[in-house]
């Protein structure tokens, strides 16, 4: 028996962009056909959309959700549509994002193998968007690691590969596949795995997604970014756009700097250092000043006020030394890029309250909560004394 005549057609012909079906099920706006042509979402894949054209009409297909009872193509609207049970259609595929997805997916596969070859890396989840990858894996990579997985992966690219779809029972799956392929062990009647490389490959794994024929028809896999162990790629126009992008930023700070490369870097992580040092210093300065609020505080309407003007100072230093405030106070700061911060350690004066009543009267952005709150005044003059003017309203 061969297990490809019971497959659906987005594994059986991925390359199929249209078909004629029959409409079996309608159940609001769903519409169930007897041919599987879309790909529904799942294994990090968003489903298939495309259109259902009969009499003339083109009906939006936005999704696709596999049931036990079959896949539902969901659609704009059926009350009005004139689909009927039995009715023969045409499914059109959206080709550009159905293709898009075969090359994230089929790179995915081989960055995954690379990973596991070169440094025994499990890759853990991956998600596809329109020839964008993001990938967790078991630990953290370095450059010259993540550097290595794109010059080997691309070297495979552009060698060329077979990418085989093979569809087995479960019983030839536990007997030949089990223990030779990567990644997760499947417990499905019918097994679909993906190969790469022709004879017995070089990469095999279980996978229900769209692949393409051969690796060569992917233009490239190109990093956008990495952080721990997640990591994003692009793929195709995606990534040489991006990368020509970064380019074109590279030569332009080259030409501020006067430095190039290795030097342009290592001049910038040390600004960077110089920053977090300055930061540091500005949060040691905050502390010793908010110990001293008792003897710089005024009272209005009965409550203790300190305001202070601090045009260095930033969210994270005054969340961080605010932890430390004595208790009965509103502490008011002018900030850095013109916010305006209020601390509140008195339970009965809410600073975001405060902060609500300034954003109502200047049209100004902020929020926060009880405890803490902000406001860009930027175009406002003389803010600290629009302050106490509302501090005025509390008793």
């Given at each position: 028996?061969?297990?490809?005549?019971?497959?659906?057609?987005?594994?059986?012909?991925?390359?199929?962009?249209?078909?004629?079906?029959?409409?079996?099920?309608?159940?609001?706006?769903?519409?169930?056909?007897?041919?599987?042509?879309?790909?529904?979402?799942?294994?990090?894949?968003?489903?298939?959309?495309?259109?259902?054209?009969?009499?003339?009409?083109?009906?939006?297909?936005?999704?696709?959700?596999?049931?036990?009872?079959?896949?539902?193509?969901?659609?704009?609207?059926?009350?009005?549509?004139?689909?009927?049970?039995?009715?023969?259609?045409?499914?059109?595929?959206?080709?550009?994002?159905?293709?898009?997805?075969?090359?994230?997916?089929?790179?995915?596969?081989l960055i995954s193998h690379v990973l596991k070859r070169l440094f025994d890396i499990e890759t853990l989840k991956a998600n596809f968007d329109d020839e964008k990858i993001d990938i967790e894996v078991s630990r953290n990579l370095s450059e010259a690691e993540i550097s290595e997985v794109l010059q080997e992966s691309n070297q495979?690219?552009?060698?060329?590969?077979?990418?085989?779809?093979?569809?087995?029972?479960?019983?030839?799956?536990?007997?030949?596949?089990?223990?030779?392929?990567?990644?997760?062990?499947?417990?499905?009647?019918?097994?679909?795995?993906?190969?790469?490389?022709?004879?017995?490959?070089?990469?095999?794994?279980?996978?229900?997604?769209?692949?393409?024929?051969?690796?060569?028809?992917?233009?490239?896999?190109?990093?956008?970014?990495?952080?721990?162990?997640?990591?994003?790629?692009?793929?195709?126009?995606?990534?040489?756009?991006?990368?020509?992008?970064?380019?074109?930023?590279?030569?332009?700070?080259?030409?501020?700097?006067?430095?190039?490369?290795?030097?342009?870097?290592?001049?910038?992580?040390?600004?960077?250092?110089?920053?977090?040092?300055?930061?540091?210093?500005?949060?040691?300065?905050?502390?010793?000043?908010?110990?001293?609020?008792?003897?710089?505080?005024?009272?209005?309407?009965?409550?203790?006020?300190?305001?202070?003007?601090?045009?260095?100072?930033?969210?994270?230093?005054?969340?961080?030394?605010?932890?430390?405030?004595?208790?009965?106070?509103?502490?008011?700061?002018?900030?850095?890029?013109?916010?305006?911060?209020?601390?509140?350690?008195?339970?009965?004066?809410?600073?975001?309250?405060?902060?609500?009543?300034?954003?109502?009267?200047?049209?100004?952005?902020?929020?926060?909560?009880?405890?803490?709150?902000?406001?860009?005044?930027?175009?406002?003059?003389?803010?600290?004394?629009?302050?106490?003017?509302?501090?005025?309203?509390?008793?």
């Amino acid at each position: 028996m061969n297990m490809n005549d019971f497959s659906p057609i987005y594994w059986s012909a991925p390359y199929q962009k249209e078909v004629l079906a029959k409409v079996i099920g309608i159940n609001k706006h769903e519409v169930k056909v007897d041919k599987a042509l879309f790909y529904p979402s799942g294994g990090g894949q968003l489903s298939d959309l495309g259109l259902i054209v009969y009499q003339q009409q083109d009906i939006k297909v936005i999704g696709i959700e596999k049931r036990e009872d079959g896949n539902w193509l969901q659609i704009d609207s059926v009350g009005d549509s004139g689909l009927e049970e039995g009715m023969e259609v045409l499914l059109q595929l959206d080709w550009d994002r159905r293709y898009s997805f075969m090359k994230s997916h089929s790179s995915q596969h081989l960055i995954s193998h690379v990973l596991k070859r070169l440094f025994d890396i499990e890759t853990l989840k991956a998600n596809f968007d329109d020839e964008k990858i993001d990938i967790e894996v078991s630990r953290n990579l370095s450059e010259a690691e993540i550097s290595e997985v794109l010059q080997e992966s691309n070297q495979l690219i552009n060698e060329g590969a077979e990418v085989i779809s093979l569809i087995v029972d479960k019983d030839e799956y536990k007997n030949k596949y089990r223990d030779v392929a990567r990644g997760k062990v499947s417990n499905e009647n019918t097994v679909r795995l993906i190969q790469l490389g022709e004879g017995e490959g070089y990469d095999l794994t279980c996978c229900g997604g769209v692949h393409v024929k051969n690796l060569s028809e992917i233009k490239g896999i190109f990093l956008d970014t990495f952080k721990g162990n997640s990591l994003k790629f692009f793929i195709d126009k995606h990534g040489i756009d991006s990368v020509n992008r970064q380019r074109i930023l590279m030569i332009n700070l080259e030409e501020i700097t006067a430095k190039k490369g290795e030097k342009l870097v290592e001049m910038l992580k040390n600004k960077l250092n110089e920053g977090k040092i300055l930061q540091e210093g500005n949060l040691s300065l905050l502390k010793m000043v908010f110990s001293e609020i008792a003897y710089r505080s005024q009272e209005i309407n009965g409550n203790k006020i300190v305001f202070f003007n601090l045009p260095e100072i930033d969210r994270q230093a005054l969340q961080s030394a605010a932890r430390e405030l004595e208790k009965g106070f509103l502490i008011v700061v002018l900030g850095r890029n013109d916010i305006l911060y209020f601390i509140s350690t008195n339970g009965e004066l809410s600073a975001k309250k405060i902060n609500d009543i300034i954003i109502e009267k200047t049209g100004s952005k902020g929020g926060g909560n009880k405890g803490f709150a902000q406001v860009n005044v930027k175009n406002i003059e003389n803010p600290l004394s629009l302050v106490k003017e509302v501090l005025t309203m509390f008793n």
